[in-house]
């Protein structure tokens, strides 16, 4: 599997950036992990949006969310200029019926809703899910190719299922919104203890950070994760690109 960071922020953009939003490739197959503000404009430097086979949602947060109109708008307009006549599949949870209605756009795109409880098939993946702690439902996935695991927390307060969830994960892609001196469990998200004791007690092979706070030196995320984790931690960055 190939994983490329389009953007990586939490709750908005920074300038010249993108907010949630990952593309993942397997056997030729594109799929879209989130899809927040920017992610379009980005993703074209790897790919065109006619070139998605599948896009999967983890919740309907705007900084999740934000690019799916202009989506939408991207495929229609190819579909005059190439001729392009697919329909792409998005898979997202029901619990949101108003943000799950919205997927479907024309013979474009079309909503398709996964069953939280039981295991995906999309193209050459097998992904799987965990509900986390949030403030609207919200879904982790452990998505499975070629012998190989990488797990994505999505938005989350710490939570030991994490734990077996990701057990021995060759990737973890953990959100990090808040340094170590700072709860942010009411706002539903990790900092960066809670990061690293989930990747150390899971025994991952390799911590990513992502969603990442708008303030302070970077680098000191990296610094209070590995107090609790000795593996490789890398900050998330657009266009970044790992061979899981």
């Not at 999740?64 to 792409?88: E, F, S, W």
């Not at 203890?193 to 899971?202: C, I, K, P, T, V």
Request: proline share 4%; aromatic share 12%; glycine share 10%.
């Amino acid at each position: 599997m190939k994983l490329t960071v389009i953007g990586h922020w939490g709750g908005y953009p920074k300038r010249n950036e993108a907010s949630s939003g990952y593309l993942l490739e397997e056997q030729g197959f594109n799929l879209l992990i989130d899809c927040g503000s920017g992610v379009l404009s980005y993703l074209q430097n790897h790919i065109e949006a006619y070139d998605l086979d599948a896009a999967i949602l983890s919740h309907y947060h705007p900084d999740h969310t934000a690019d799916i109109g202009v989506l939408q708008h991207a495929l229609l307009i190819q579909k005059y200029l190439r001729g392009n006549d697919k329909t792409l599949p998005f898979y997202a949870h029901n619990e949101d019926k108003k943000g799950f209605e919205s997927l479907t756009y024309k013979d474009l795109m079309k909503g398709m809703e996964y069953d939280p409880a039981a295991s995906l098939e999309v193209g050459p993946f097998s992904i799987s899910f965990l509900k986390t702690r949030h403030p609207v439902p919200c879904y982790a996935m452990k998505i499975e190719a070629g012998g190989k695991t990488l797990v994505y927390t999505a938005d989350s307060a710490y939570q030991e299922s994490f734990i077996p969830f990701a057990k021995e994960a060759d990737l973890f892609l953990c959100e990090c919104n808040f340094y170590g001196d700072m709860d942010g469990s009411g706002a539903g998200h990790m900092n960066s203890f809670d990061s690293g004791r989930a990747a150390g007690e899971a025994g991952v092979k390799k911590l990513v950070l992502t969603h990442l706070p708008h303030y302070g030196d970077l680098n000191t995320l990296k610094e209070e994760a590995g107090t609790l984790y000795n593996g490789e931690i890398i900050l998330a960055e657009k266009d970044l690109q790992f061979i899981i």
